[in-house]
């Protein structure tokens, strides 16, 4: 076991602050529309850690959001991403009582995106996930309503204007987030060396060394292929700082592979009720006029810019 360092308590309390209570509710609430997702009695019903009141700064760019690819719009400008990962960066794997976190060491620019929307070059400090109960859903972003059973995160901030993640994390433009969308198919052997780490860090507050892991394995073989939109961190503090990065290609693992996700708890060694780590997501956000832009056309796209061109302006 590794000692839980000062800074990890710092993103503790910044990323992923949160007890839990599993719902029995949450198929209905993935149903339904975002007025009746926004209501605060819904919103309890997820997760304990969104029945306090949050203080949200702005509160107009919150994420996650649904992706209508008919309303993206395709920005040539739009380049590939760049990822320069270093898997001896990797350095442990904690469950903080929300997810489980893999952390880099992000002294410096050692693991790094840059390209696609962004201007500068960001640092890779963590990945996590986000799952359900079951398959049917678990993902934070869905594309034209459609769920997934589980999103993975990849979180850099920005060094090229920050010095300090936890200054990035609330600043201009701080944070660049890749989600990508997991489907139930085929076992990820890349995944497999994170999922055998799992059943030592089944309780809350408890954390392993992990090393020599390369993320770049967890990314789809397609990664020019993505929609972007300025958001938010979707767990408290909730800062409006995050870039986010959405591939339109998924990657598959297996049902057990999920299962251990899911075999995780909320709750620390203590406590008597021990409940399971799933449904760790937020709810959807609305959208309040952001465009999402993507690197690619689709056919849906060009539909819909025809329907435009027909109209009077
Ligand atoms: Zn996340």
């Not at 986000?130 to 060094?159: I, K, M, Q, Y």
């Amino acid at each position: 076991m590794v000692l839980l360092p000062a800074r990890v308590g710092a993103l503790a309390a910044g990323l992923c602050r949160g007890l839990a209570r599993t719902s029995h509710r949450i198929s209905a609430v993935r149903r339904c529309n975002l007025a009746a997702c926004s209501s605060k009695y819904v919103l309890s019903q997820i997760h304990p850690m969104w029945q306090q009141p949050i203080a949200v700064p702005g509160g107009h760019c919150q994420s996650p959001i649904d992706i209508v690819v008919r309303k993206s719009v395709f920005d040539s400008a739009l380049k590939p991403l760049a990822t320069d990962y270093d898997p001896e960066t990797c350095q442990q794997i904690w469950n903080n009582g929300y997810s489980f976190l893999v952390e880099y060491d992000d002294s410096a620019d050692k693991s790094t995106l840059k390209g696609g929307p962004l201007q500068d070059q960001f640092r890779l400090c963590q990945f996590h996930f986000h799952w359900g109960e079951s398959n049917a859903w678990g993902s934070e972003h869905t594309v034209d309503r459609r769920l997934f059973p589980a999103e993975l995160h990849l979180v850099h901030w920005n060094s090229d204007k920050y010095s300090l993640f936890e200054e990035a994390v609330s600043g201009d433009n701080g944070l660049a987030v890749i989600g990508v969308f997991l489907k139930v198919g085929k076992r990820h052997e890349g995944l497999q060396k994170l999922v055998d780490a799992l059943p030592a860090i089944r309780h809350k507050g408890s954390v392993v060394e992990f090393t020599r892991f390369d993320p770049a394995c967890l990314l789809p073989s397609n990664t020019e292929d993505y929609w972007t939109y300025h958001g938010s961190l979707t767990t408290p503090p909730l800062t409006e700082s995050v870039t986010w990065i959405v591939m339109k290609q998924h990657i598959e693992v297996s049902h057990d592979q999920l299962a251990v996700f899911r075999s995780l708890l909320f709750t620390s060694a203590e406590e008597e009720v021990q409940k399971s780590m799933v449904n760790n997501f937020r709810v959807q956000q609305p959208l309040c006029g952001r465009t999402v832009r993507s690197s690619f056309t689709s056919f849906l796209q060009e539909a819909a810019s025809a329907d435009v061109n027909k109209q009077p302006h």
